[in-house]
Every structure is written in structure tokens, then in C-alpha cells.
């Protein structure tokens, strides 16, 4: 039979790993429990808007066609025509997930409810030792395996367009006309620039797992302590307090939550672009 995994204590702050929901199933945390849900309202909202399709869309038909033309375009104008529809998929879905879980987030309710007693020195602290739900985008977890799922996607994506001698040649050869004593004279310079630029290309999940992560986290932690700074004042006034203090910084989570969708999603776009923009600029000479 299955049981709650045991708790882990939290004295103070928001802990910054996801936390298994069952002693028998240690994958599934409550950052896990959240992304399921996550997906599920997206796929309900997409075929809800696309069941019965009108020639002059109304209602979420409407916000759907909207959302999906203009990130269309948006990409297009990035990776270009003969990539747009190759790439368009993963990289809407990046951005609608990543989106759609940073606000999901930020419902009351995600982090506050779940299990054990509420902790803390005043007992008043608004934190359970389990919560019930977490931020997905708060998990590295989460972001690092979306991150790791495009760059692999980007090499099949990279070396089909190009091929793997072409792309050699563009990371470590001498770019443009050179040629004779100045090609070779060059030649050790962009073989260490090739060096420098493989480098790079191996530490982007990092990068773009670390920077999601560590804005939501930052995000989810800000307004944690905004909604317990209060906690030492009397009652009515803490309970007052716990909501009007945090109530700004909502604003400003909706509003970073959307910048660090779009941020994820056209770092990746510009990935694609450096790596296959090349092939096409041959094909015109």
C-alpha cells in the first residue's frame, strides 16, 4: 500500500528541492504532480479551442490563433522559412509550458497547501513541511531536462540541415575568402575560437536551466518572505499584512514569468539560427 513519503522538515524559507509524494514512487515529487497538471489544462485549452474551428474565430479559438500566428511569426523572422516549420512545434511548446507553469505557480494554493504541521518559531509562518504543490519551473530538475531535450534536438535539427562536415568547417575554419599564408596564419585562431565556441555549446543547458530556475525560485522565495514578514505582529494585523505585502510582487512574477518564457524560447531560437543560418547563406552565393 501506499504512503506519504516522510516529511522533511522546513524551518524557514522555501526548500529548494521537489519533494516525493509516495514512499514507493520517489520520481514522483510534488514539482512532477504539478507539471501533470500543467499539461493537462494546456491540452484541454488547445482542443477546446480547436474543436469546432470558425472562419471568424471567437473566444479561446480567438486567444489560441492569436498566441500561436504571432509566435509564428515571431520565429519565422528568426530561423527563417526553410527552418519555420521544422522548429515551430518544440519551440511554441517551450514557450506555452514554461508560461503556463510560472503563472500556474503563482495560484494561491501552490506551496502553501499539503501536509504536516505548519512550522516555524511564531507557528504562524503560512509553510507546511510537504507542500502539495510546487512550481515545476522551481525544480532544477524540471528545467535541466527541458534543457537538455532541446540541445538534442538542436544537434539532429544542426546536423540535418547542414551536415557534420559543414558544421566542422564553420566552427573551426577561417570564415569569408581567405586564403594561402593568411588562411594558415589564421588558422590557429579560429581553431581555438572553434575550441571556445564548443565549449559554449556544451554548457547551454546549463545556462538555460540555471536562469529559469533560478528566477522562479527567486521569484518563489520573494514572495514567501513578503508574506511572513509580518508574522510577528498581532492578530488581525499579521493576517492583514501577509496578503497586501506579497500583493505587488505578484504583478511583478506575472510579468517575469512571461519575460522568462519568451527568454527561453528565443535563446533556443537563436541557437538554431547560429548554427544552420550559414547553409543558407551559401545557397544564395
Not at 530538475?141 to 538542436?154: G, R, S
Not at 518563489?220 to 508574522?231: I, K, N, Q, R, V
Amino acid at each position: 500500500m501506499l504512503t506519504i513519503f516522510p516529511l522533511l522538515p522546513v524551518a524557514e524559507g522555501v526548500s529548494i528541492q521537489a519533494q516525493p509524494m509516495l514512499k514507493d514512487v520517489p520520481w514522483f515529487t510534488n514539482s512532477i504532480l504539478v507539471t501533470i497538471i500543467v499539461t493537462i489544462l494546456i491540452l484541454i485549452f488547445a482542443r477546446r479551442a480547436t474543436a469546432k474551428m470558425k472562419l471568424v474565430p471567437t473566444g479561446s479559438q480567438n486567444l489560441f490563433e492569436a498566441m500561436v500566428s504571432g509566435l509564428y511569426d515571431t520565429l519565422e523572422g528568426i530561423v527563417g522559412k526553410h527552418l519555420i516549420a521544422r522548429t515551430f512545434p518544440l519551440l511554441a511548446t517551450i514557450f506555452i509550458f514554461i508560461l503556463t507553469a510560472n503563472w500556474f505557480g503563482l495560484l494561491p494554493g501552490v506551496g502553501t497547501i499539503g501536509f504536516g504541521e505548519i512550522t516555524g518559531p511564531l507557528r504562524s509562518l503560512k509553510e507546511v513541511e510537504h507542500p502539495l504543490l510546487r512550481p515545476p519551473n522551481a525544480d532544477l530538475n524540471m528545467t535541466l531536462a527541458m534543457a537538455a531535450l532541446f540541445m538534442l534536438v538542436w544537434v539532429w535539427w544542426t546536423l540535418t540541415v547542414t551536415g557534420p562536415i559543414q558544421f566542422l568547417k564553420h566552427t573551426f575554419m577561417p570564415k569569408g575568402e581567405m586564403k594561402g599564408l593568411f588562411w594558415l596564419g589564421m588558422l590557429p585562431i579560429f581553431l581555438f575560437v572553434g575550441v571556445v565556441e564548443t565549449v559554449s555549446i556544451l554548457i547551454r543547458p546549463i545556462s538555460l536551466s540555471m536562469r529559469l530556475f533560478g528566477n522562479v525560485f527567486a521569484g518563489e522565495s520573494l514572495l514567501h518572505t513578503m508574506g511572513t514578514l509580518g508574522d510577528a505582529l498581532p492578530a488581525p494585523l499579521n493576517h492583514i499584512l501577509s496578503v497586501v505585502l506579497p500583493l505587488p510582487f505578484y504583478f511583478l512574477e506575472l510579468l517575469v514569468g512571461l519575460v522568462q518564457a519568451l527568454v527561453f524560447m528565443l535563446l533556443c531560437t537563436v541557437y538554431v539560427q547560429l548554427s544552420t543560418a550559414h547553409d543558407e547563406e551559401e545557397h544564395h552565393h
